[in-house]
């Protein structure tokens, strides 16, 4: 008799026949990736010039029918810096907004996997067309018997042979991209972007962060959570009431004042977790949040959420005021907190320098923008800047637990350069930490991960 494979730690349980599915959509990923990382090598170790603009447009009509995590290691990928040349990057993070939602027919057959046969009749109504689309399923609105709206994420399907296949290839890319360029190792990035993408598709694992959401922003009184449905969500199913919202780019040209309060709830629906809890919503895009009456804010789409030693997050405060003391020593001990090893004096110095550029909004005590836009991308100038000083001083390797913190920070960033906002930045963040405690934060953590039944590593 023949042994069955073992289950890799971590991952979810297989959907039938995706051993199929998944050579098929390997041998594409692998054509136009491996494409790419020929064209990089050859640019970058050859001195060979090409369109690059025409090959990233290239690369994503190859990919664009592809659902599944591309987007999101597109949009990681921008937050390290030079880890793709622009064009590339930018290609990969337009991904999912080109690719085409499942038919009616699709979702029939993935809501009666999850419901059973008779799954309409779970619900007064559920429209046909989808709302919305997220990197790893779609969302559905629908009605149930007692008159509550709802929004029913639908993973798509066999999500678990795309994940393989395409962090298989995504190493490629990082082979070829380390062979030429030794500023960054990217050997805990793909490690990290594994673990928050399997936990991605246990919508049931979602469940509890949206829960666990909820109950640790209770007291903000300007920011919602939606309120998951029990009975009729499962492991590839999420369905939560609906929260009605306009997009938060239909306020860039509100006055100042509004503009101003929609940055300081933002400010506090990400940060409060964060400096309470030491855990942070990952994935701080346009669509997971909308702007409600009165200037409230809704908070969606819990499958990205990172939960931090409570170590890590006073690593986070010492470098913050081991800059605004100039003390070299205190700037190492908070990069060692974080997993940085063996630094040089060059190397401190070098990160620093990417230090000083997100933590400047935090450090100056005035009214300020939050920074500026050079050459279309928030901090792109900085992280040229501190890429080049990374591959003269020998490189440095990226600890895993800064991947998603360091996205947090650019992409709440850019959100509030959107929006125009000038705030006290300094005293926003100093009420936040404010009597501060590790041992205080670890012991909020651990009983809340506890009331939600969230298991974790830290």
Known sequence: M??????KKNAPEPEPNSAGKKAVRYVRVSGALTG?????????????????????????????????????????????????????????????????????????????????????????SFEKESAAAASLGQVHRAVTHDGRDIACKLQYPDMQSAIEADLSQLKLI???????????????????????????????????????????????????????????????????????????????????????????????????????????????????????????INLL????????????????ISLYNALMKNDTAQAVHAYETWGFKNLSKEQIETLNIWARFLYGPVMEDRIRPIGEVNNGVYGRETAHHVHQKLRDVGGVTVPSEFVFMDRAALGLGSVFLHLRAEINWHRLF?????????????????????????????
């Open 36 to 124: 790419l990382a020929a064209k990089v090598a050859g640019e970058r170790y050859l001195g060979l010039t090409i369109e690059r603009e025409k090959h990233a447009q290239d690369l994503m009509t190859a990919l664009g029918g592809l659902k599944g995590p591309l987007m999101k290691v597109g949009q990681i990928l921008a937050t390290i810096p030079e880890a793709l040349p622009p064009e590339y990057a930018h290609a990969l993070q337009q991904l999912q907004s080109d690719a085409p939602p499942m038919g009616w027919a699709f979702v029939r057959r993935r809501m009666k996997a999850e419901l059973g046969p008779d799954w309409e009749k779970k619900f007064k």
């Open 301 to 316: 789409d819990f499958g990205c959420v990172r939960i931090f030693p409570a170590r890590f997050v006073g690593g986070v």
């Open 430 to 458: 100093n009420e936040m930490i404010q009597g501060f405690d590790i041992d205080a934060l670890e012991k909020r953590q651990k009983a809340a991960l506890k009331k939600f039944g969230i298991t974790t590593a830290v």
């Open 174 to 296: 990082f082979s070829v991209y380390e062979k030429f360029d030794k500023a960054i190792s990217t050997k805990y990035i793909h490690d990290e972007l594994k673990a928050r993408l399997f936990e991605e598709l246990d919508y049931t694992l979602e469940a509890k962060h949206c829960r666990l959401y909820g109950w640790m922003l209770k007291d903000e009184n300007r920011i919602h959570v939606p309120e998951v449905i029990d009975d009729l969500s499962t492991k590839r199913l999420l369905c939560s009431t609906w929260l009605e919202g306009r997009k938060i780019l239909e306020f860039k040209d509100a006055p100042q004042e509004q503009r101003n309060a929609l940055a300081h709830t933002m400010f506090r629906a990400w940060y409060v977790p964060l400096y309470y809890y030491g855990i942070i919503h990952g994935d701080p895009h346009l669509g997971n949040y909308t702007v409600r009456d009165k200037d409230e």
């Open 2 to 7: 023949t042994e069955k494979p073992k289950q």
